[in-house]
Structure formats: C-alpha cells, structure tokens
C-alpha cells in the first residue's frame, strides 16, 4: 500500500536528517571483511542517521555495528521489521542480488524510499516487477551504479563526447568486463552457528551449505546472481548503451560462446558443488542504428568507435583524440548537467537524498537499469543455451524460443514469494 512520505514537498533543514536502515551489512570473515554494506551505509551517514541494520550473519552484524555505530543502532534478523518501523523513511539494500527484488518491492510498498546496490535483479522479470512498482509508490530509487556520478566526471564526459557527435556515427562499443571465476568441486559443511543459511538462500532452492556459495563468491552462481556479466557489465554496460542512446530499448540479438568451470547440459549445471558462471566469453549484440556491442572478458573498459574518432574509458581514464581536442573544443558548460538530470553531478549517494527532499528521479533510476540488465542478462541466457537470440525490446520477449523465454523469470521458493502489500 502507498504511504506518504514525510519529507515531499519541503525541504530538509539541518535538524530534519532522514532515518534510515541498512539491510545487507556486508560480511566478516578470518581472511576478509568487505561487502558493500559498510561503505554505503558510511556514505549515506553523512546525510542521514542510521538507526537499524539488518543481516543474517550475526557476526557480520555486530562488525557493521562496530564499523559503523555510534551505538544508537537497533540491530535485526529479519528486515520486514525495519520496513514496519514507521520512522524510518529510506533502506539501503546490500544483500546478495537473489534477495534485492523482494526487499525492494515491499520496502517500496510500506512508504520507504530505496538505495539498492547492482546488479538490481536476478533475472529480466523481477526487473520488471521493480520497474513497475516504482510507478505505482512513486518512491525514491536510486540504483547503486556510482559511475554515472563519480569517477572524476570521466565516464559523464565519455557519454557527452558520444552523444555530442564528437566521434561522428557510432559503428562499435566494445564493453571488457574481466573473467569470471573458476572453482570446484567444494565440500558440502555444517554452516556456523552465527549463520542463518536457510533465511540466506531466502527465494533460491533449498540446497546443503557449501562454503563458497555465500558471501562475496555467491556472484559466481547461477542461484544468485549472474558473474561478471552483471558484476561489471551493470557498470560498463551501462555506460555503452545510455551513450549510444539505448537506455531505453534493447538489442535486437544477442550470440557468443563462452567457457564455464564445468559442462553444462541445456543451461543447467551438472555439479551442485562447482561454480556455474561463465568464466572467459565474448559476445556480440546487435542494436538498432546498425550498431555492434561487443561484450568481452579482456580490458576492462569501455571502446567507443565512430566514423570520425574512438574513445577508451574506464576508472583510471579517458583517452583518444576527441579527449584530446577538448583543450582547445569543449563541450558547452550545459552538457554534463543535462546528463545529471538538470543538476551539477555530486556523489551518487547525495544524489539520493536530494532527490527524497525533491522527489525527482536519481541518477541512476530503475527503468534505465533494468535495460541495462536485461542485456547482461540475456548475454548470460545466449551462453547457457549455446544459441543466439532474437530479442523485441518492445514486447520484452525472446523471438520463437519458448525454452529461452522460461529463463525471463524465476519461481521463489515457497515462503518466500513477494507481500502484495
């Protein structure tokens, strides 16, 4: 149900700071502590006050606690009791993809506005479901892709060379977004005391606990979430398809081939105990315009090529003779902020809670994401099945391929379906 919110229409003053609560803290282990729970939540403190956390490793909790705390904190098991809590006004989602979908839906349903981290979704459906929710609440939701904010304006600077014509019609992107990883057989163990592995696997099949399915490795299973294709590609491609103007739409096909850590037999792995992401791939999506995305596990970063230059783009830098030729061209002092939506970019995170004062879209909104997405994961159904794609991204259907099209959604494992309100 649509709930007001306490902060539209007005704004906010120095003693009117936003409450908010993290849920996915990030994790801490003998050899690691890292996740994206911390530093968000770190980011977000500078504009608002942190008054829950929520995650299913108890240890991982009180490390955040610790990290973040000023002891004022109230700590959770089960997230839906932060989204009952009515003085809370936004979340922060860093939970393993698997799980973003249902947290953000009905977090978004109790009056909550949303900062989720990437990969948004699972799979094209829940993008969908997302999107669309979105409309109903007219919530606040900021996607955690920071590159459309920070990175020294580097990547708004690459779009604005594209799409000014600086590089003259565009032919190629090719998007290089690092190899996965290889791994297996792992063994099936009692999982620690401190965590809940059956509320972890939440909305994915029931299965023994195995180590390296949790935490920072589960990106490299099928269950819950999509390998480097949505790790990274959320960022790059991302980036590709908003210069190309293709935010809103999709490609037309999608084909390549890849190697996995183990065969696999009509897109299922045969091993429960081995990684099941696509480790080196090359793939080749074709849009509209005549232009090709090549989508390749080499030289992360991002090659723009047109008829009158090529650019290359990534987080240490912006190079190719259009950059060079701004020091005597620039581009108009209008151009970066009409990317920013009208606004001087700023962090991505103070990007958010501007827009809870103003109610006007983020940067990084949830319909733009879920075309980005539904690329990377349409690039990941393509490999599994060994087969190119026809893809309308009127209708969002795969073209006269029903197996194709049954991996568009996932049924949740019972319990765990989504509160209709």
Request: glycine letters at 8%.
């Amino acid at each position: 149900m649509l709930s007001s919110h306490p902060r539209a229409g007005r704004a906010a003053s120095p003693n009117d700071r936003p409450r908010f609560g993290l849920i996915g803290t990030g994790w801490r282990s003998d050899i690691r502590r890292t996740g994206r729970g911390v530093p968000i939540g770190r980011q977000a403190k500078e504009y608002g006050n942190l008054v829950a956390l929520c995650d299913v490793d108890g240890v991982a909790l009180e490390w955040a606690k610790d990290q973040l705390g000023d002891g004022k904190s109230e700590q959770y098991h089960d997230y839906q009791e932060i989204l009952a809590r009515e003085d809370v006004e936004a979340v922060l989602i860093a939970t393993p993809d698997h799980w973003h979908t249902k947290i953000a839906i009905e977090a978004m349903r109790a009056g909550k506005d949303v900062y989720c981290e990437k990969p948004l979704t699972l799979t094209i459906g829940e993008g969908q479901q997302i999107a669309q929710v979105v409309r109903e609440t007219n919530r606040v939701f900021q996607v955690g892709t920071q590159q459309r904010s920070e990175n020294s304006l580097r990547f708004l600077t690459a779009v604005a060379l594209v799409q000014s014509g600086r590089l003259g019609k565009i032919t190629r992107v090719s998007v290089g977004i690092d190899e996965g990883l290889d791994g297996g057989p792992f063994p099936v163990v009692k999982p620690p005391g401190y965590f809940d592995w059956d509320r972890w696997l939440g909305p994915a099949p029931q299965t023994p606990y195995i180590k390296e399915r949790s935490h920072w490795t589960f990106r490299w299973w099928y269950e819950y979430s999509g390998g480097k294709l949505t790790d990274w590609g959320a960022h790059h491609v991302d980036i590709a398809q908003w210069a190309i103007g293709m935010q809103e739409t999709g490609p037309l096909s999608v084909n390549g081939t890849a190697t996995f850590p183990q065969e696999l037999h009509r897109g299922f792995a045969t091993r429960p105990d081995m990684y099941n992401m696509p480790i080196k791939f090359e793939l080749t999506c074709q849009f509209p315009n005549d232009i090709s995305m090549v989508i390749h596990s080499r030289d992360n970063g991002i090659l723009f090529e047109g008829t009158e230059g090529r650019i290359f783009v990534n987080r240490a830098k912006l190079t190719g003779t259009p950059v060079e030729e701004l020091k005597v061209n620039p581009l108009p002092e209008e151009t970066i902020v009409n990317l920013y939506k009208g606004k001087q970019p700023t962090s991505h995170m103070a990007n958010f809670f501007e827009c809870m004062v103003s109610r006007d879209e983020p940067q990084s909104d949830v319909f733009t994401h879920h075309r980005t997405l539904s690329t990377c994961h349409l690039a990941n159904i393509s490999l599994r099945l060994g087969r190119e794609l026809k893809w309308d991204p009127e209708r969002e259907q795969i073209l006269n391929d029903d197996e194709a099209n049954s991996f568009l959604a996932r049924e949740p494992r019972e319990g765990y379906k989504i509160n209709a309100s």
